[in-house]
């Protein structure tokens, strides 16, 4: 994936370890609030939001095959899913888990109606 390697040897070099998921999850929360403030022109939370629905993170953020997205109407995160199981030895010190399938978030995810989720905005 383009930026993945530029990604992990920027925080290798700051932590000296590969970054976990959680990494990301933070790296990709604060971007998404840049974005959202950038797009809204504002930081009032509720014009950030609105901004967030629909969004598509830019590949250098979103880090996946399939790009992580905010779907409208729930603002749920929907990121690729890496399926498989962990490794106790992979071909490199840092290669912990074996991939066996990718998964579109979308799929895993349903749909928006399936979810239950109403999102109703204050006025």
């Known amino acids: 994936m383009p930026h993945v ?14 970054p976990t998921a959680r990494t990301w999850f933070g790296f990709a929360a604060a971007w998404s609030c840049a974005l959202a403030a950038n797009t809204a022109k504002s930081l009032d939370a509720i014009k950030m939001a609105k901004a967030l629905s629909g969004m598509t993170l830019p590949a250098d953020v979103g880090l996946m095959p399939h790009l992580p997205y905010y779907r409208a109407g729930q603002n749920q995160s929907i990121n690729t899913l890496y399926v498989g199981n962990a490794q106790a030895k992979g071909s490199t010190e840092d290669d912990l888990f074996n991939v066996t399938d990718i998964v579109k978030g979308v799929d895993a995810a349903g749909t928006l109606e399936e979810t239950g989720c109403k999102m109703s905005w204050p006025t």
């Open 5 to 18: 390697s530029d990604f992990v040897a920027a925080i290798k070099k700051k932590t000296g370890k590969v």
